[in-house]
């Protein structure tokens, strides 16, 4: 479905995991294919490449807790209402 808490979850996820370039394209396939929605797809494939923990443990060598809490709390938040939004265009 495509609800604000799915949109979440897959943002949130999809910044925990790392993928490889464009290997996140077959992945996000079968999950649709399992039922996933559109929506938390799209917020899936946005965090993904934005974040993963190696990225967010350099950034935060590099910049500091605090501002590294701040972008991943923004790339979740924009994952989430981009995917949510683009789900209820689709629909």
Not at 9 to 16: E, I, P
Request: glycine share 10%.
């Amino acid at each position: 479905g495509n609800t604000l808490f799915a949109n979440f979850v897959a943002s949130f996820l999809g910044a925990l995991m790392y993928f490889a370039t464009l290997t996140e394209v077959p992945i996000i396939k079968a999950f649709i294919d399992l039922g996933m929605g559109k929506g938390p797809a799209l917020a899936l494939l946005l965090a993904g490449p934005a974040l993963s923990l190696p990225n967010m443990l350099v950034i935060r060598s590099i910049m500091g807790t605090k501002k590294t809490l701040t972008y991943i709390i923004l790339v979740v938040v924009m994952a989430t209402i981009s995917g949510y939004v683009f789900g209820l265009v689709t629909q």
